[in-house]
């Protein structure tokens, strides 16, 4: 039984470095240009909200925490929002209209023109997120999405998408942890000094 659970460890850490491998041929360009966007919206005063569901509600919110605090230099505080924080809002939108528009109804009451949405889904089909990519969009603002299948619904209406395309959904999750990370430094890098 030890060995069984062993081998499920070698071969999970496998699949993860096989994507990483993947990433590192295919993804430095896309990173790239997504902390571009992120860079430029920011010095021109906009904001950025973040949403997914679940492992990537988590994401959405250790992102806001690197933009608001810090990443790893010291710098002004750059306004993020992650929009799976506040549960007062999230229950009375899931309970007065439906919880497809926990995110949405947010987009309609805050995001203006020039912000950023960067949206999270690993399917990417979940419904939330892509009202809230629509939402988004009639507003002017530009979105990034992070998905872990090619050519979803949650890409075909991204500005700019990273697809982490893995059978399981932590393994997407952890590319985009990777990926995300690299954002923040290179958002943070055009910030600094
Ligand atoms: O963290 C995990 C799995 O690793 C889960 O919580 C996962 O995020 C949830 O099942 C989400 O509801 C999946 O939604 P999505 O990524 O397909 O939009
Ligand atoms: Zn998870």
């Not at 999405?145 to 893995?166: K, V, W």
């Amino acid at each position: 039984m030890t060995n069984g659970r062993e081998q499920i460890v070698r071969e999970t850490i496998e699949d993860h470095k096989a994507l990483v491998a993947q990433f590192e041929r295919h993804g430095a360009e896309i990173v790239a240009r997504i902390a571009e966007s992120i860079a430029r919206s920011l010095a021109e005063g906009g904001t950025l909200y973040l949403c997914g569901n679940g492992g990537s509600a988590a994401d959405a919110q250790h992102i806001a925490g690197e933009f608001v605090g810090r990443f790893r230099t010291e710098r002004r505080a750059l306004p993020a929002v992650a929009l799976s924080t506040d549960t007062s809002v999230l229950t009375c939108i899931a309970n007065d209209y439906d919880y497809e528009s926990v995110f949405a109804r947010q987009v309609e009451a805050l995001v203006r023109e020039g912000d950023v949405l960067w949206a999270f889904s690993t399917s990417g089909t979940s419904a939330n997120v892509l009202k809230a990519a629509e939402v988004a969009r009639r507003k002017g603002a530009r979105i990034i999405a992070f998905t872990g299948r090619s050519q979803s619904p949650l890409e075909n209406l991204a500005d700019l998408c990273l697809c982490a395309d893995a059978r399981a959904t932590a393994r997407s999750q952890e590319i985009h942890q990777l990926a995300y990370h690299i954002v923040c430094d290179l958002v943070e890098r055009s910030f600094a000094g």
